[in-house]
């Protein structure tokens, strides 16, 4: 498998699940900014979105959006435990998370990054960075006296979670009124295959 991805962008959190899941890959820097490839060659002919992550199958084609990636890797690792069986209840539980946390969280950032400040009035980052508090604590509520989002055990939902996290420092967002989160964070930062995946990305 192939692992389209930018630096500490979204391709962060199947970066991760890959390492956790044990599975070989490689992986392709992109200029998302120019949407190309190192070798020069147009991005948007491996993803028409333009977007990271894509990851390039073992049988061919190219599979995009981070929370359906995620699933694919997971399911080809069961034996790791980052993704519940298809049909329980528990899987529906982690699906109910990647899309919280894809809808509202992620999307909930964006309009924050210093790189969109002249685009994006102060009115409405002062109330996208509310909005953002108000889902932050939910998801604080959620890991009360757990380790992980659904228990003690790490699964594809909080490699996401964590991914978005480490954007707060950019938007200079306070993490300390969620203790829960914040300990969440360290907690996943300190994992061997986060380390990894943060320094094969350094490397870059």
């Not at 998801?139 to 996290?165: C, I, M, P, R």
């Not at 969620?178 to 300990?183: G, H, I, T």
Request: glycine share 8%; proline share 6%.
């Amino acid at each position: 498998m192939k692992l389209y991805y930018k630096p500490g962008a979204c391709s962060l959190s199947p970066h991760i699940v890959l390492r956790e899941a044990g599975l070989p890959f490689d992986l392709v820097k992109v200029d998302l900014a120019a949407k190309t490839l190192a070798d020069g060659s147009d991005f948007r002919a491996v993803n028409p979105k333009g977007q990271v992550p894509a990851l390039a199958l073992d049988e061919g084609g190219i599979l995009t959006e981070g929370a359906a990636i995620v699933q694919y890797i997971a399911d080809k690792a069961p034996e790791s435990g980052l993704i519940p069986a298809a049909g329980t209840i528990e899987r529906y539980r982690v699906q109910e998370l990647l899309n919280f946390i894809g809808s509202e969280l992620h999307k909930g950032v964006v309009p924050l990054f210093p790189m969109l400040k002249d685009k994006v009035s102060d009115t409405y980052r002062e109330f996208a960075a509310q909005v953002l508090g108000a889902k932050l604590a939910i998801l604080n509520q959620q890991l009360e006296g757990k380790s992980y989002l659904t228990g003690e055990v790490f699964s594809v939902a909080d490699a996401y979670a964590y991914t978005v996290l480490s954007w707060l420092p950019r938007i200079s967002f306070d993490l300390s009124p969620f203790p829960n989160l914040k300990a969440f964070a360290e907690r996943v930062a300190a994992r061997p295959a986060v380390q990894a995946a943060h320094a094969a990305e350094a490397q870059g």
